[in-house]
């Protein structure tokens, strides 16, 4: 048994320069996205369970889970479609541009890139305005929290999504996660 490394997908460079620290930018901002959606979803898989057991066990529900798996929805929305819009996993409708010759092919997917590219800068410039506009407004469960900081995923998920976008258009996609492929020789 021999572990090899797993391909590279085209047009992928392990060089250094202007290339490879976007790559990495694009890596750690991955990598951060990822991180906050995990730890969000995973903090909601207990919160929730934490309402249900006190509002029907204790019968005295906890006002704070509610809000709380709110504000976790939230990061893990925009944060998580970022992480899903970099790996390839986002919903997207292929089977009639497949049918297309290539060079079409090729158009529709710049097109689209260019549209999500859209929606980032949409997510970024309406979604500071919203956290502006909420800053100094506080949540009634949290009164110490901004409900502008609570809104802060959409444009720093708008920021994420835009960088993947470019990344995207400039350097290609990147490479699959790098997995070890396992043989038995």
């Known amino acids: 048994m021999t572990a090899q490394p797993g391909p590279q997908s085209e047009g992928q460079t392990t060089s250094g320069g202007v290339v490879g620290a976007a790559r990495k930018l ?16 995973v903090a909601i898989s207990f919160v929730i ?31 998580g479609a970022a992480v899903c819009y970099r ?5 997207r409708m292929s089977y009639f541009v497949g049918l297309l010759p290539l060079p079409l092919q090729r158009l529709c997917r ?16 309406w979604g ?3 956290v502006a506009t909420t800053w100094q407004n506080a949540i009634a469960d949290f009164p110490a929290l901004s409900v502008g900081v609570t809104y802060l995923p959409i444009p720093l998920g708008g920021v ?8 995207r258009l400039v350097l290609g996609a990147p490479a699959p996660a790098d997995k070890t492929v396992v043989r038995f020789d």
């Open 110 to 125: 710049i097109v689209v890139e260019l549209l999500v590219g859209l929606i980032a800068v949409f997510m970024i410039e």
């Open 49 to 79: 369970p934490w309402a249900v057991y006190t509002r029907y066990v204790l019968n005295q529900a906890a006002s704070w889970p509610e809000p709380t798996a709110v504000l976790l929805m939230i990061a893990l929305t925009f944060f």
């Open 26 to 41: 694009a890596d750690v901002v991955y990598f951060t996205c990822a991180v906050i959606a995990g730890v969000a979803l």
């Open 128 to 130: 500071a305005r919203l």
């Open 160 to 167: 994420a999504l835009l960088l993947f976008v470019l990344e």
């Open 87 to 91: 790996d390839g996993l986002h919903m």
